[in-house]
Nanobody
Framework: VQLQASGGGLVQAGGSLRLSCAVS????????MGWFRQAPGKEREFVAG????????VYRDSLKGRFTIARDNAENTVFLQMNSLNADDTAVYYC??????????????????WGQGTQVTVSS
């Protein structure tokens, strides 16, 4: 499985960005797609996850209502819509995939495949 993240950039506080993750290779209906982020000097943290076939979603509590994860199976793409961005959202954003038949997990080690990351910078 190969993942290619894109869509990052520089945005003013209060603005929006939509990240995309193109998925290629052999996937499974039990795969979960996740978005993580890592700010300088901080650990990588879970942002959101979505099941590949069922459309179930899970969000980091602090991001609910501002971030939305979605997928387009026809295009093999997962999106992360980010609204009302603030300086705390500045980070490298990574998409990831893992085989999770029973639920959406939020830990880094539970994901097997990772994209290269895309930088999001929010200016205040």
């Amino acid at each position: 499985v190969q993942l290619q993240a894109s869509g990052g950039g520089l945005v003013q506080a209060g603005g929006s960005l939509r990240l995309s993750c193109a998925v290629s290779g052999r996937t499974s209906s039990s795969y979960v797609m996740g978005w993580f982020r890592q700010a300088p000097g901080k650990e990588r943290e879970f942002v959101a996850g979505i099941t590949w076939s069922g459309g179930l979603t899970v969000y980091r509590d602090s991001l609910k209502g501002r971030f939305t994860i979605a997928r387009d199976n026809a295009e093999n793409t997962v999106f992360l819509q980010m609204n009302s961005l603030n300086a705390d959202d500045t980070a490298v954003y990574y998409c990831a995939a893992g085989d999770m038949p029973s639920r959406i997990f939020s830990r880094v080690y539970e994901y097997d495949y990772w994209g290269q990351g895309t930088q999001v910078t929010v200016s205040s």
